[in-house]
């Protein structure tokens, strides 16, 4: 899996949620620059391209929070590459290395993203994403040739980051409905 902060480290997770001002723009100034879609999105199409060249016949990302937007632009036209939430759901338009891209809890949801999908998307939001751009993203989705591919949920019983760093696996629906939970039986 890239590294996609490299050559920088993570944002502090004493700073999230953000306490004040200054953490709002330490913040910003992450996804501005370390943590920018843009430069994620490449590094995820490359990392797909490369598992293509060395004989992969199957290739598919999912991701959390912002690395859903890097799936979803990746995805623009069997190896599974975990990774954030925005940037998976990028990684899903046209020239993608990827067959299908799957993106849970994402944040900076927008239907136009799902717009320039051109493989099937996996879409799991909790109670804290906006339903509306949800719901428009699956109505977008659910008219793709590979309509009948898509799946979706709205786990209006979770939170954000349920089934990622936030997950409280001791809490028996948290547990339930957690991804390692949803694959282990699949």
């Known amino acids: 899996m890239p590294d996609f902060f490299e050559p920088n480290a993570p944002f502090s997770a004493d700073k999230v949620p953000p306490k004040s001002e200054q953490d709002r723009r330490d913040l910003q100034d992450f996804f501005g ?19 293509r060249t060395n004989g992969a016949k199957n290739v598919a990302a999912y991701g959390f929070c912002w690395g859903v937007y890097l799936s979803y632009n990746c995805a623009r036209k069997s190896h599974s590459l975990l990774v954030g939430g925005k ?15 799957a ?21 799991y939001i909790s109670k804290d ?27 209006t019983n979770m939170f954000h980051g349920w089934a990622a760093a936030r997950a409280d696996l001791t809490n ?8 390692v939970s949803t694959f282990s039986h699949n």
């Open 87 to 101: 940037v998976t759901i990028s990684a899903g338009g046209p020239f993608t290395p990827y067959d299908a891209v």
């Open 103 to 123: 993106v849970i809890h994402p944040a900076m949801l927008s239907a136009t993203d799902a717009d320039k999908l051109t493989i099937p998307l996996g879409i």
């Open 129 to 155: 994403e906006s339903s509306d751009e949800y719901n428009k993203i699956v109505d977008i989705i659910g008219k793709k040739s590979f309509a009948e591919k898509n799946d979706k949920k709205n786990y």
């Open 172 to 179: 028996a629906e948290n547990k339930k409905e957690s991804v």
């Open 33 to 51: 620059g370390t943590a920018s879609p843009p430069a994620a999105i490449k590094k995820l199409g490359d990392f797909g391209r490369i598992l």
